[in-house]
């Protein structure tokens, strides 16, 4: 597979910008998609239960439970909101915008594991959702290839994994993405080359 290095490597850089907490920088407010991609954002984030549900109720999930809570979640495509949109993307692939949809899942639930000092202004699992909406929702403005979209989100994923490795309490939840994500060592590799 071979990836779009340019934007790609400008996009690493947009998201090491907005994980890195001393550097924050504000979403443009001046979006017209925003109220939409926040409504995407909400809905998504309220069919999405499970990692960080115990940890809302004051109590956090043993780690070691991570694959058996991330299962069921992985599934539920049809309805949500990230995955509708991936499919409005012209040549979509189902299997493409299921994917995007289950990297979507899985850092929204894997956030919670991540200590808050280690997080910028995407600190939870809404923010997350919100931002990944909002990569969708640009790709479907500038009618990115489905492939284009795939890169980001997988960067983000990457981007993720990488600040989290340093992490004991993350380790399952890395495990877990290795396994289910065979490629994301691929933009690990490349994500450390820069």
Known sequence: ???????????????????????????????KTKTKVNNAAAKSTKQTSGVDAGAERGKRLDRSDFGQVMAPLMCNSQEDPIYRMCLQLPGMPIVTAHLIFQINQFLCQFI??????????????????????????????????????????????????????????????????????????????QFCDH
């Open 112 to 189: 919670s594991f991540i200590p808050k000092e280690a997080l910028g202004e995407i600190n939870n699992k809404h923010s997350f959702t919100l931002f990944n909406t909002s990569i969708v929702k640009k790709a479907l403005q500038e009618r990115e290839t489905p492939q284009l979209l795939q890169d980001k989100m997988m960067s983000t994923l990457a981007t993720t994994v990488k600040y989290a490795q340093n992490y004991a309490q993350c380790q399952e939840g890395i495990l877990y993405a290795m396994r289910t994500f065979q490629n994301v060592a691929q933009y690990l590799e």
């Open 1 to 31: 597979m071979v990836l779009a290095t340019t934007k790609l490597t400008s996009w690493q850089n947009f998201a090491l910008a907005l994980w890195n907490p001393c550097q924050k920088k504000t979403m443009d407010r001046r979006c």
